[in-house]
């Protein structure tokens, strides 16, 4: 009865597209950039990406909903995506150890959907055409408003989004007794990053985006960590003067995604806006070190360019994504710094790339003796 009842709904791209769906309940607008996840699972996990904060994100596995939620398994404090896009939504679930019904977690953090979209329709739209703005209607507004209020929705390009996930306040995870300590600049960072320091007995200090270097170094870190995160990373002039500061100082350095394309920055090695973006858990990467393939999880919409990177007398390349060749990897010839595009933490999965995390530690080792 339920879905025979509910609200027309619409999808607004920028370029005047409309797709058509049902709204699941959730009365209202919600502007972004439109992208899409190929992931067949781990749907909680990526609405609570900080990676995804600003964006509407399309599911492009049929069916989303129908495990439900389990509150130990968000990777921030709240789901960050602007809006869903999906093709059938699950209104109940079949988990035995869920927390609750993806229905009533949207409820509870007022995220509009729309769902019955023509998703593989959709999704090959914005593969021909690229990444773009779109708006999510479930209350009945006028197209003409919608598109007047989409105009003035500002581009991802130049777009700093770092501050809107940050911590306010430093904090720590951890075990405070644990064997290494690790300085992490939060421009986005998922709790199973934290997780994973965890688990290789790291005390981390998470900073705000616009910590300093100094506040970084008075924590007495054997290592440093600059997250992954959303937005251009060309406007984090911030991160990047750490970053600096941070290899001047001569320390171990790892970066995430956004933190991989800040420390390309911090070197003079521009970054780009891809036309599309990898986003998914299924993404073929090649390690050209040890010449062995890895399956990532991958989210982002910004690269570093390639070219750039290969006329560095610093840097090499580490890792290469197989399907277009983009740069997936890197590290420094005379600096303890390395650092993925991809996400080794894998939250939901898989789990290839979780060995980066003990490289790091055992740089630090190096560095210690």
Not at 36 to 62: H, L
Request: glycine share 8%; with cysteine.
């Amino acid at each position: 009865m339920k879905y025979t009842t509910r609200q027309s709904a619409i999808l607004l791209l920028s370029d005047g597209t409309i797709f058509h769906g049902k709204s699941i309940g959730i009365e209202g607008t919600t502007f972004g950039e439109v992208c899409f996840n190929t992931g067949m699972t781990g749907y909680q996990e990526i609405f609570t990406d900080p990676s995804y904060f600003g964006q509407i994100m399309v599911a492009t596995n049929p069916h989303i909903g129908n495990y439900g939620v389990n509150d130990n398994e968000v990777d921030s404090n709240s789901i960050k995506i602007s809006g869903l896009v999906c093709k059938n939504f699950s209104f109940n679930y079949s988990r035995e150890d869920a927390s609750g019904s993806l229905e009533d977690y949207f409820k509870k953090e007022n995220l509009i959907c729309i769902s019955d979209v023509d998703t593989r329709a959709l999704v090959s739209y914005i593969r021909d055409n690229g990444a773009m703005n779109a708006v999510i209607c479930t209350d009945g507004t006028p197209i003409e408003e919608l598109k007047e209020a989409l105009a003035q929705t500002p581009d991802m390009k130049g777009l700093e989004l770092a501050s809107k996930v940050s911590t306010a306040e430093p904090y720590f995870w951890g075990n405070e007794n644990a064997k290494y300590r690790i300085s992490a600049l939060d421009l986005g960072i998922k709790y199973n990053i934290l997780r994973n320091f965890d688990q290789r007995d790291c005390y981390v200090k998470v900073f705000p985006y616009n910590a300093t270097f100094e506040e970084m170094v008075e924590f007495n870190p054997d290592g440093y960590f600059l997250s992954n995160g959303p937005g251009d990373p060309q406007p984090l002039v911030g991160a990047q003067e750490i970053a600096k500061s941070i290899l001047e100082a001569n320390k171990p350095l790892f970066g995430i995604c956004l933190g991989h394309q800040v420390i390309a920055l911090a070197h003079g090695i521009p970054t780009y806006k891809m036309f599309n973006g990898h986003r998914g858990i299924n993404h073929p990467v090649m390690n050209v070190i040890s010449g062995k393939g890895e399956i990532t999880s991958q989210n982002h919409g910004f690269a570093v360019e390639k070219e750039a990177l290969e006329n560095h007398p610093d840097f090499e390349i580490t890792h290469l994504h197989i399907n277009d060749g983009t740069i997936a990897g890197m590290r420094m010839k005379n600096k303890n710094c390395f650092s993925v595009q991809y996400h080794p933490e894998a939250s939901p999965g898989p789990h290839d790339a979780s060995y980066l995390f003990d490289e790091f530690i055992e740089r630090i080792q190096e560095a210690q003796k």
